[in-house]
């Protein structure tokens, strides 16, 4: 097993080619995320959002019909990529609110895995169920982070895992930095001053859900007459690459992680 890691630069982030945010809903990426995509993307790395589900109860306007407020939060989140400089969006559709740990989800996460080859994945904590300002987290923020956890490891790196997958023509794929968002523990903080205004006008894309954004406009405008530095806090995990062909031993990192489990508190 290859067992170095990726150096991060002075802005606290990996060098690396491709980016993935793997997120449930429209907006989510802006909101937990928003200032390290600009930051991934000024830096030349490619980041593509994938969002899976539909966004389809998103609004308490019953003039609205679900059909239409899917249409919009498609439209909405297309332009809220553009802002921040990522490449584009997957959606996936699975319904709102009802994201279950399935294998359909797991193998359509390991399919996108596989098939864009991210050394990077951002998505969600799956075990931050409430914030100490109240909030509840939403169950689909916690489902797609477990679910994304075990699309990483280790089924997009093992290729028995979705038999299907090898014949679509999608190899095992190495993740090797996992960012989880909000965390509960975090490990790792990235400073986003310098791209807090692309990630406000991006959150500003989502009219549907922050109307004309006068809250959300006053809110980064307190934090910046606050003068603290605006942080994204982070749960790093990193992992390692592709066994390499000169090992004559087979990849032990699923024994070696179980051996050094034990030994931790
Ligand atoms: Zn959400």
Do not use: C
């Amino acid at each position: 097993m290859a067992e170095e890691r990726l150096e991060l630069n002075e802005r606290g982030l990996p060098p690396v080619r491709r980016a993935l945010v793997i997120m449930a809903h429209p907006d989510d990426p802006e909101f937990f995320v928003g200032g390290t995509i600009g930051l991934l993307a000024e830096q030349g790395t490619e980041v593509r959002v994938l969002l899976v589900t539909d966004g389809s109860k998103g609004s308490d306007d019953r003039a609205l019909s679900t059909r239409e407020l899917i249409r919009l939060r498609r439209e909405e989140q297309r332009e809220a990529t553009r802002r921040l400089g990522a490449l584009d969006v997957i959606f996936f559709d699975y319904p709102d609110g009802e994201l279950r740990h399935e294998p359909n989800v797991l193998r359509d996460v390991v399919r996108e895995l596989r098939r864009f080859q991210p050394e990077m994945v951002l998505t969600n904590d799956p075990q931050r169920f409430y914030y100490e300002s109240g909030y509840i987290n939403h169950t689909d923020h916690r489902t797609i982070g477990a679910i994304v956890i075990d699309a990483v490891f280790p089924a997009a790196r093992n290729f028995r895992y979705f038999p299907a997958l090898l014949e679509e023509g999608f190899e095992p794929w190495y993740v090797r930095e996992l960012w989880l968002a909000a965390p509960l523990e975090a490990n790792h903080e990235v400073n986003t001053d310098t791209t807090a205004e692309t990630r406000l006008q991006a959150i500003l894309a989502h009219t549907s859900q922050v109307g004309d954004g006068t809250w959300i406009r006053e809110r980064f405008a307190e934090m910046r007459e606050k003068g603290e530095p605006l942080l994204e806090k982070f749960k790093r995990i990193e992992l390692g690459g592709p066994p390499q062909q000169s090992d004559e031993e087979p990849p032990k990192d699923h024994a070696e992680a179980k051996l050094e489990a034990s030994e931790e508190g």
